[in-house]
């Protein structure tokens, strides 16, 4: 039996020395540089350790704009996105001949280059001299004055980047669910029937409590890639967050190193952990609630 556990932790060896030298020292590394104070980038120095960085950083208003535009992010497209795939792959379930067909045309978007996907949009909303915008025009056409998308007020603005991450991120949560509803079994659909049960009925008693799994899988892995948004920004508003007022946590965490206010690995260290620390408390209680309602 022993030498059968050793064979088995030889066999495991590659795997862990992979997880320690990449996820492990970096998570501590990403600690030591948060508590170095004054840490220069030059002179690898630091005067001494403490909690300063992270005061720096809760108290920079780019940080406090990065987690509100992040937060909205998560409130907004979250809950939207996987209520609009759950409508959808009920509309794709019920349609047994063409859905493979279907499923293909929702699913392009995923493999589609984000950065793509964020120029179309840019035609889709920007306005120029030549052009108020596909959107504007389209607006027009029922009296509405256009709108500055992408330079105007925040909330057009805030609209268009949880427009855009909802379109990206909608086809893998069809996919899931979609999944889902098929794996159901017919029995109970079939026992339903029998008993005269209305549509809704058995989609709130069968189907919901059975496909409620993957619904809270989806949700938790969608507030954790909604929290580390930055590719869906700069798609929109190019890499000049600050100056649009758009940029988010993972955006400043890239600032910090490498845009404009780069150079500062403590402070970009102190805004990681704390970024960190929010997904895996919203995790957790996303999880907390999923075993409550699931018993």
């Known amino acids: 039996m022993e030498r059968k556990s050793k064979k088995a932790w030889l066999y495991l060896l590659p795997s862990l020395l ?8 970096p998570l501590i590394d990403v600690f030591i540089y948060s508590v170095e104070e004054g840490y220069n980038s030059a002179s690898q120095s630091f005067f001494g350790y403490g909690l300063y960085n992270f005061s ?6 780019y940080f406090i704009q990065a987690v509100k535009n992040t937060m909205i992010l998560v409130v907004i497209t979250v809950p939207l996105s996987t209520g609009f795939a759950l409508l ?12 493979d067909l279907f499923q293909t045309i929702y699913f392009l978007p995923y493999v589609t280059n984000t950065l793509a996907v964020g120029l179309v949009f840019m035609l889709l ?9 596909l959107v504007n025009i389209f607006l027009g056409l029922f009296g509405i004055d256009p709108v500055n998308f992408l330079e105007g007020p925040y909330w057009a603005k805030m609209f268009v980047l949880c427009f855009y991450t909802i379109w ?13 509803l098929a794996s159901v079994n017919q029995d109970y659909y079939n026992a339903a029937k029998l008993d005269g049960t209305s549509k809704f009925r058995t989609f ?11 619904i809270f899988y989806l949700i938790v892995t969608g507030s954790i890639g909604a929290f580390k948004a930055y590719s ?6 190019t890499t000049d967050l600050n100056a649009a007022g758009m940029n988010t946590i993972v955006g400043y965490v890239y600032d910090m190193l490498y845009g404009n206010s780069g150079g500062y690995p403590s402070y970009a260290s102190a805004a990681a952990l704390i ?8 995790t957790c209680i996303n999880l907390l609630i999923s075993k409550k309602i699931s018993i």
Request: aromatic fraction near 10%; avoid cysteine; glycine fraction near 2%.
């Open 204 to 214: 709130t008693r069968i189907t919901l409590p059975m496909i409620s799994p993957m």
């Open 232 to 237: 869906d920004a700069v798609a929109l508003f």
């Open 168 to 180: 990206v991120v909608l086809p893998f949560k069809i996919l899931i669910l979609t999944s889902a």
């Open 18 to 25: 992979f997880l320690a030298a990449f996820m492990v020292y």
């Open 125 to 133: 909303f920007k306005q120029t001299q030549q052009s108020p915008g």
């Open 56 to 61: 720096y950083v809760l108290h920079d208003p």
């Open 88 to 99: 959808i792959s009920l509309g794709l379930s019920s349609i047994k001949k063409l859905r």
């Open 275 to 282: 970024l960190f620390v929010i997904v895996l408390t919203i």
